[in-house]
T-cell receptor, first 113, second 113 residues
Framework: DTAVSQTPKYLVTQMGNDKSIKCEQN?????MYWYKQDSKKFLKIMFS???????INETVPNRFSPKSPDKAHLNLHINSLELGDSAVYFC????????????FGPGTRLTVT | KQEVTQIPAALSVPEGENLVLNCSFT??????LQWFRQDPGKGLTSLLL?????REQTSGRLNASLDKSSGRSTLYIAASQPGDSATYLC????????????FGKGTSLLVTP
């Protein structure tokens, strides 16, 4: 069974559209994350979220918003897509706590045309 | 602000060689350090997790060390194989990050038969 899953795997869309990427984890973790990997393969945190706290990387445009219907899901919604949003987006999860390991999903490759 | 640097950026070795990948970080206030492997077009696979109180972790042919005071970690791969070819990412969890990881840009490893 996949521990952290994302859908879709590939997403091609036009500028100005609104899209969502879904993430689900079956590990029972209470903290989830979204990371962005740019064209140079550099991974940066976008959000970390548990049922108590949302921490947003200050560089993330407010067109991006995480939405969590329950503890096992953290979806990423993007409004008014721009060319520069093209990247691979990774979801991850961990138990809350200082020393815990993060588990990553397979990634969603977003291409904005 | 925590910065993570990985050297070298790319490495090519013949099969069977032992090799060392280096990771340095600027702020020693971390909870842990994690080494990942990323295959082309794929997600991240966690290789080793070292807590801030630990000096090293081993898994099979992999050994990772941590010198928190000097801000350095190494990943040692023994008897390299072509299947080890991938990008290796180092990530630290800073104490002020809200549990998110700060990644290096990775070392791209090619092991030739």
């Amino acid at each position: 069974d996949t521990a952290v899953s994302q859908t879709p795997k590939y997403l091609v869309t036009q500028m100005g559209n609104d899209k969502s990427i879904k993430c689900e984890q079956n590990l029972g973790h209470d903290t989830m994350y979204w990371y962005k990997q740019d064209s140079k393969k550099f991974l940066k945190i976008m959000f970390s979220y548990n049922n108590k706290e949302l921490i947003i990387n200050e560089t993330v445009p407010n067109r991006f918003s995480p939405k969590s219907p329950d503890k096992a899901h953290l979806n990423l919604h993007i409004n008014s897509l721009e060319l520069g949003d093209s990247a691979v987006y990774f979801c991850a999860s961990s138990q809350a706590g200082q020393g815990t390991q993060q588990y990553f999903g397979p990634g969603t490759r977003l291409t904005v045309t | 602000k925590q910065e993570v640097t990985q050297i070298p950026a790319a490495l090519s070795v013949p099969e069977g060689e032992n090799l060392v990948l280096n990771c340095s970080f600027t702020d020693s206030a971390i909870y842990n350090l994690q080494w990942f492997r990323q295959d082309p077009g794929k997600g991240l696979t966690s290789l080793l997790l070292i807590q801030s109180s630990q000096r090293e972790q081993t898994s099979g042919r992999l050994n990772a060390s941590l010198d928190k005071s000097s801000g350095r970690s190494t990943l040692y791969i023994a008897a390299s194989q072509p299947g080890d070819s991938a990008t290796y990412l180092c990530a630290v969890r800073p104490r002020n990050s809200g549990y998110a990881l700060n990644f290096g840009k990775g070392t791209s490893l090619l092991v030739t038969p």
